[in-house]
């Protein structure tokens, strides 16, 4: 607490309101000097590795392994040998069993995997620890409850496991897109080869500990760490029936060209550029505290992040004022500080990725606020920013930026909010704000969105599907929609 006043005989005051620091503690977490691959249950020995580090610190964190491609088709292998052995024709209620189990135990180690998250990927502790760890082991809870339910999911369909499922995840929520992946592959009966990403992959490992905690079979679970390389290696696999990958547009085009023809199933879960919309009948407090997270939530890295702001023009002003107000008042720092609000951007690439396109938005004429902050001088930092003056042209209001930075533009009518808010290559996710039920349902049918909230942003639950429209990708993961990718029906 800040230092107190005392004048005269009166009470003390404060004489700032700054907060003290309030560090959690990294003691509870027991790094490994270096990792091995996790293959058939074991640790498999890499023949090349490389340092993964503390995005806000730099500090090097453990050697990693980068997996060949020899290496990748000896955990295919793992992973066929556990699907025949077994793991595909055990009773489902047993296959749950598993499930509920490895839920539990990342509830009960929930801590340690929340440290070690905002330690690898720079997100701040409050959100390791009240999203993503909560949501991870819910996903595993929702799909235990599925697998022995397969057959009233899919009446009349004969539901069976697909194979092998090679899950490619990205750097954003390391740990929660881990468990979107490899808890509904498991309820159907699959076994998984999982690559996560090069920056982030330390949970990724301890998971394997938990694995073995939960005495899951040998191979039924394999992961195989290493960089872009490692995932196309896992794409190129014919020992693999079903790629499942989140990530840039980009690499996902490039998956799907590259599966063409192969008979192998393929979900895409890629970029967003969402829209939230806010009208002039709203809660603007409400609405600025669902705009602020819809952008500064996990430093921006967030697929369905509400990186264009709509503000209807008789609000404008009042609304962007308040916007200012309030991101003065967030605190970017240390993201083991749990006062922290915006912590560091995951790499040096990423980085410089925000800075180029913060860069064309001045160039192309945009007016740039960003708040007071004093930035770390250590570690990837970047300044919550919002863009005015934006026009739809501008690479701001048309690229994925994946970091804290919002453009803000403006629209008259609901059929201009669509038209402006539809007018993008991606269709992830929209956020809507106003008081009107009718008008939420109007603008829903008409978004060109997977996932569309109404006066709230950035909500997920493992029962409602996710997944996008255009180039945001095709396949839903969540809720019954999720288990389809990991079935064939005969
Ligand atoms: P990538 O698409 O490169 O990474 C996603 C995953 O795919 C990572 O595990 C990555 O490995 C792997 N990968 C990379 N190349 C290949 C390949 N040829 N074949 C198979 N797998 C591959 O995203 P980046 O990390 O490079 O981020 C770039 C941009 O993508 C971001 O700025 C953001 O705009 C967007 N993005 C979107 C995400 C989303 O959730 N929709 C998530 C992450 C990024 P490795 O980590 O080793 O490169």
């Given at each position: 607490?800040?230092?107190l006043?005392?004048?005269?005989g009166?009470?003390a005051?404060?004489?700032d309101?700054?907060y003290?620091p309030a560090?959690e ?8 000097e270096?990792y091995?691959?996790?293959?058939g ?14 995005p806000?610190t730099e500090?090097?964190l453990?050697?990693i392994?980068?997996?060949?491609k ?9 992973a066929r040998?556990a699907f025949d052995?077994g ?20 509830q009960?180690?929930?801590r340690?995997?929340?440290?070690l998250?905002?330690?690898?990927g720079?997100k701040?502790?409050k959100?390791?620890r ?17 697998a022995?339910?397969l057959e009233?999911?899919f009446p009349n369909r ?17 740990l929660?897109?881990?468990a979107?992946?490899?808890a ?22 301890l998971?394997?500990d ?8 040998a ?9 872009g390389r490692?995932g196309?290696?896992l ?11 989140t990530g ?9 060209r ?8 393929l979900?895409?879960?890629l ?6 919309i806010?009208?002039?009948?709203c809660?603007l407090?409400?609405a ?6 819809g952008?500064y939530f996990?430093?921006?890295h967030?697929c369905?992040?509400g990186s ?9 002003e009042?609304?962007v ?5 309030r991101l003065?008042?967030l605190?970017v720092?240390d993201p083991l500080?749990k ?11 990423q ?6 396109l913060?860069e064309?938005?001045?160039q ?16 990837y ?13 501008y690479r701001?209001?048309?690229e994925?930026i ?8 403006t629209f008259?009518?609901p ?8 007018n993008?290559?991606?269709?992830l ?9 009718s008008r939420?349902?109007?603008m829903a049918?008409?978004?060109r ?6 006066n709230?942003?950035n ?7 996710f997944?996008?429209y255009?180039?945001s990708?095709?396949g ?6 999720g ?8």
């Open positions: 607490m800040a230092e006043d005392r004048k005269g009166s009470p005051v404060p004489a309101w700054t003290a560090p503690s990294k003691d509870i977490v027991k790094l490994r270096r091995g691959l996790f293959v249950g074991e640790w498999l020995e890499p023949t090349e590795s490389y340092e993964t580090i503390s806000a500090e090097p453990a050697m392994g980068q997996a060949t020899a290496d990748v088709e000896l955990a295919v292998a793992a040998a052995d793991w595909s024709s055990i009773p489902g209620s047993e296959r749950a069993k598993y499930l509920f189990r490895i839920a539990r135990i990342l009960e180690r929930a340690e995997f929340a440290v998250e905002s330690m690898n720079g701040p502790i959100e390791s009240d999203v993503d760890l909560p949501l991870a082991a819910a996903h595993f809870f929702y799909y235990a409850g599925w022995d339910k009233y999911a004969r539901p069976r496991p697909v194979g092998v499922a090679g899950q490619i995840i990205p750097w954003n929520f390391p929660l897109m881990l979107w992946k490899i509904p592959a498991l309820a159907c009966g699959n076994t998984v080869v999982l690559k996560p990403a090069e920056t982030t992959p330390l949970t990724a490992l998971f394997c938990v694995l073995r905690q939960a005495e899951l079979p191979g039924v679970v394999n992961i195989v760490t290493g960089d490692t196309a290696a794409v190129e696999s014919e020992g693999v029936d079903k790629i499942a990958f840039s547009t980009d690499v996902g085009k490039g998956i799907q590259q599966l063409a023809g192969t008979g192998k199933k979900t895409l879960e970029g967003g550029k969402a829209a939230n806010v009208f002039d009948d809660a407090d409400q600025v505290e669902g705009i602020v997270n952008i996990n430093q921006g967030v369905c992040a264009r702001l709509f503000a209807q023009e008789s609000i404008y009042p609304l004022d308040k916007l200012k107000r003065e008042t605190r720092g500080d006062n922290t609000d915006v912590g560091a951007i995951n790499s040096s690439m980085l410089e990725k925000i800075k180029e913060v064309s938005g001045r192309e004429g945009a007016e740039i606020y960003q708040p007071p902050c004093r930035l770390p001088e250590k570690g930092w970047f300044a919550p920013t919002v863009f005015t003056n934006v026009a739809q042209s701001i209001a048309q994925e994946f970091g804290p930075v919002l453009s803000v533009l008259r009518t059929d201009e909010a669509i038209e402006k808010a539809n993008t290559p991606y269709g996710s929209a956020g809507v704000w106003t008081e009107k039920g939420i349902l109007w049918q008409r978004l969105a997977g996932v569309v909230w109404a709230t942003y909500r997920f639950d493992p029962t409602s599907p997944g996008g255009k180039e990708g095709f839903r993961e969540g809720g019954l929609h288990l389809e990718p990991y079935l064939r029906f005969d």
